[in-house]
């Protein structure tokens, strides 16, 4: 045997008809060295108060079996929930930022998971620096950071550092979460792409003000001995808020 493969060497008897069959041992998985490559999407979603994070990760082995992944997570947040059906039990570090996850069964084909992290924020307006989460020990990694708000918060500014901006299309759909009419409670508005040396996204967040529309009907009437003024005013409150009208 050799790095390149296997051979032999064989002597055959001088018959009149040879036969050599060839059986090629079964691949074993299971011996293998374990190597893997991973795809994340991360969609994270400022607030006031808070900014959650959901972040998809899709590990392919190439050879091998996975039965543990490591992930880094991002300073600042705390894991709140993993998803997935080959997820076994799994345990956050929050003084290593360090997120154990047991494969169970094993897997030697490809698989995702999903999850769901959360950081508090300063009061609006405030700035926040994000940073994807990391697996340890993967063969290469590739992965989007996505911006999305709800009707609370609005991006102000966003910096991005070693990240590349590609459209909104670009990134896959099913992590934004939804309302009890199935509606998505947030849009997304910035997308960006990193490799094997990720970046970072300085955000700025800032709060959305309310907003009321007003129409009037004036009737201005003039007579011998006074002039009257009629006014009707109908506000309409299309984003909610603390607001006065003077």
């Known amino acids: 045997a050799s790095q390149k493969g296997s051979r032999a060497k064989l002597w055959l008897a001088p018959e009149e008809k040879s036969v050599v069959k060839l059986s090629p041992k079964a691949r074993d998985v299971a011996s293998e060295k374990t190597q893997f490559y991973a795809e994340l999407d991360h969609l994270f979603i400022p607030g006031p108060g808070v900014i959650d994070g959901r972040h998809r990760l899709r590990i392919?082995?190439?050879?091998?079996?996975?039965?543990?992944?490591?992930?880094?997570?991002?300073?600042?947040?705390?894991?709140s929930?993993?998803?997935?059906?080959?997820?076994?039990?799994?345990?956050?570090?929050?003084?290593n930022k360090l997120l154990n996850i047991e494969i169970k069964p094993s897997q030697s084909k490809p698989f995702q998971l999903l999850v769901e992290t959360q950081r508090a924020l300063a009061t609006l307006p405030s700035e926040v620096t994000l940073v994807p989460m990391r697996v340890r020990g993967s063969a290469g990694e590739v992965g989007m950071i996505a911006l999305a708000f709800g009707g609370e918060a609005q991006l102000d500014r966003a910096v991005a550092k070693g990240?590349?901006?590609?459209?909104?299309?670009?990134?896959?759909g099913g992590l934004i979460p939804l309302d009890k009419?199935?509606?998505?409670?947030?849009?997304?508005?910035?997308?960006?792409?990193?490799?094997?040396a990720a970046g970072?996204?300085?955000?700025?967040?800032?709060?959305?003000?309310?907003?009321?529309?007003?129409?009037?009907?004036?009737?201005?009437?003039?007579?011998?001995?006074?002039?009257?003024?009629?006014?009707?005013?109908?506000?309409?409150?299309?984003?909610?808020?603390?607001?006065?009208?003077?």
């Open 163 to 172: 990240l590349s901006v590609v459209n909104i299309t670009d990134f896959a």
């Open 200 to 246: 970072s996204l300085a955000v700025k967040v800032a709060p959305v003000a309310p907003e009321v529309r007003v129409s009037s009907n004036q009737r201005l009437s003039i007579g011998d001995e006074r002039t009257v003024l009629g006014v009707d005013f109908v506000a309409k409150i299309t984003r909610a808020g603390v607001f006065r009208l003077s």
């Open 60 to 79: 392919r082995p190439s050879q091998g079996q996975v039965k543990q992944l490591v992930v880094t997570v991002p300073e600042g947040f705390t894991v």
């Open 181 to 196: 009419k199935k509606r998505p409670t947030a849009s997304i508005q910035k997308v960006y792409r990193y490799a094997k």
């Open 81 to 95: 929930d993993v998803k997935g059906s080959q997820i076994g039990p799994w345990r956050f570090d929050p003084e």
